[in-house]
């Protein structure tokens, strides 16, 4: 069961041999993957993205309470997000890992094992990366290739005064999800025989450790014919992104308090844990939900749409960017990015 | 002059513009560079390569004898390699730094500007990446893309019975330098006031630490209408690249000893290490030369090039790969990369 195979044993071609056997292909676009000195895609009539992302052990994920299959497939998953957040569809995937003597071949195989599922969930192949001993902890960095035809993709900066603000699913819960999974890990310091409840919390947990990317919405909005003038996903909270949109198209913000869709697994975790709810959901980041902006003509289409909540309104760059609160005052929107650096 | 500002007092975004701000795009095929949650290429008519390389602190470059600015500048080139390896042209690159404390905005800047040095030479775009904090060594992670004309691309597995092999440059002085690197930062340790003596062995500090990826090779193949069957970088050593080549290609290699090209500087500094020359030369890996086969055909053309050698032949599968040796003896290849795991 608890099998160990050192991965000195096989070495780096044999690891890389085992960690990418029986790839099937499935994109069209890819026209060689794994096994050269890169991969071959071709890419007619379609822009290309690319994105990339480093995941670093005891930055990114804590291996004490996270499982190597769900740290692999949310390397895979964030790497998907930036690519939806472009309005484009992820093809392929590159992924390098720098391992330390501590992992065995079955740990790789684990990893490996959270970033094939992903892969074909989303429909993505894995078409090469590099494989490295590491002095210290894990080290998983992914790239992420993806097409859209040229008048689809959506960027940061095509928010237009009197757009409306939207945004996906809800928010806060994964940062919930890391304060529950922190708190626990310090009371099992202290305690041999603790075993953590997490019962009714599991939302969060799964928010934390296994999220997803909107691929839905994405799709959602394509057949509603819905074109979002500017998008990006939510990575290190609404506030930061909401600014950077802010930016990028040279507009003001007005976000709504009482309209930041928040789960009540998360409200409830926030009460338990004495935090504020909506500091919670405007910096907590790791959502992974995706926030854009429509023309206020399609406001209506959006509206009848599952899963999507309108929060706000862009202004004119002179009315800055602010929290419009339940009792009407304005606070100044500050971005307090959650992850570190 | 040694100034020194902490990234902390710029934070991600503050030092994400920093060290990319005034890149100038030189390429058609980058439609949008740095600063969204994707960069956008356009890639007509040709295919695209991808490929990526991970480089660790204490693995693969130590900063006690390698200056910030070279590290950056072989973590574009190494990856440039493996393009030109693919008979492509590099266009983008993608790079992911994870940073720990004791690296200041200004050692970030030389990392990049080595980076950026190299991108101006080899006339490749920077087009994204990340950045986070580290707990431990710098963590760089860089991704290539390039682009070739269909019928052109190089795969390693086109190698034909009777086909000629030849390599680009010379062989095993990259592996020398490390050696006389390693050397004098032992010496260095035991002695306060010493200071190394390098002259006579420039060529080897800059294979080790400042290489140069073989744009020039395949210019000059290309202009002599030269399309080889096959083609791998030599980073692992020549014996293992061979075997990659025998492989993939499913032939046997005939290698001959003393046709292995090698510097005076390589063989003067392994007589002095009293170290085993063919060893080096096959093993050192580093090299970043270009190992490829031509039909027999062209094997007068190829002759007429400078800077490119003849070092052997290919087989059919069944006979093998091994090394000719002076005496006319026979030793098999063995793969005996010099890359940690």
Chains 1, 2 share one sequence.
Not at 23 to 45: M, P, R
Request: charged share 25%; glycine share 8%; hydrophobic share 40%.
């Amino acid at each position: 069961m608890n099998k160990r195979t050192e991965i000195a044993t096989l070495g780096e071609f044999g690891l890389i041999r085992r960690l990418t056997e029986n790839i099937e292909i499935k994109n069209a676009s890819t026209v060689k993957g794994v096994g050269d000195d890169a991969a071959v895609l071709h890419y007619e009539h379609k822009e290309v993205l690319v994105t990339t992302d480093l995941m670093l052990e005891g930055i990114h994920f804590d291996l004490t309470y996270a499982p190597l299959k769900h740290v692999g497939y949310k390397a895979a998953i964030v790497n998907f997000s930036d690519i939806y957040a472009m309005n484009g569809k992820p093809q392929q995937i590159t992924v390098s890992v720098g391992i330390s003597k501590r992992f065995s071949v079955e740990d790789m195989e684990e990893l490996y094992n959270g970033i094939r599922l992903a892969c074909d969930i989303y429909g993505v192949d894995m078409v090469g990366g590099d494989t490295s001993s590491s002095l210290t902890g894990l080290t998983i960095s992914v790239t992420c290739i993806g097409e859209c035809d040229k008048d689809k993709i959506v960027y940061r900066s095509g928010a237009k005064d009197t757009d409306i603000i939207c945004v996906s699913g809800d928010l806060g819960a994964a940062y919930m999800g890391l304060q529950l999974l922190e708190r626990e890990k310090a009371l099992s310091a202290d305690e041999r025989d603790f075993t953590p409840d997490f019962s009714g919390k599991e939302y969060l947990l799964e928010r934390q450790l296994k999220p997803e990317a909107r691929k839905d919405i994405i799709e959602m909005l394509a057949k509603a014919n819905i074109l979002p003038t500017s998008m990006i996903d939510v990575s290190d909270g609404l506030s930061s992104e909401l600014l950077h949109i802010a930016k990028e198209s040279n507009v003001g913000i007005r976000l709504y308090e009482d309209r930041i869709p928040i789960d009540y697994q998360t409200a409830a975790q926030a009460e338990e844990f004495n935090m504020n709810l909506v500091t919670a959901a405007l910096n907590g980041g790791e959502d992974y939900e995706l926030l854009f902006t429509i023309p206020l003509a399609v406001h209506e289409a959006v509206s009848a749409l599952k899963g999507i909540s309108v929060i706000g309104y862009v202004t004119s760059p002179n009315l800055g960017s602010y929290l419009i609160g339940r009792d009407g005052g304005e606070v100044p929107l500050i971005a307090q990015g959650w992850n570190p650096l």
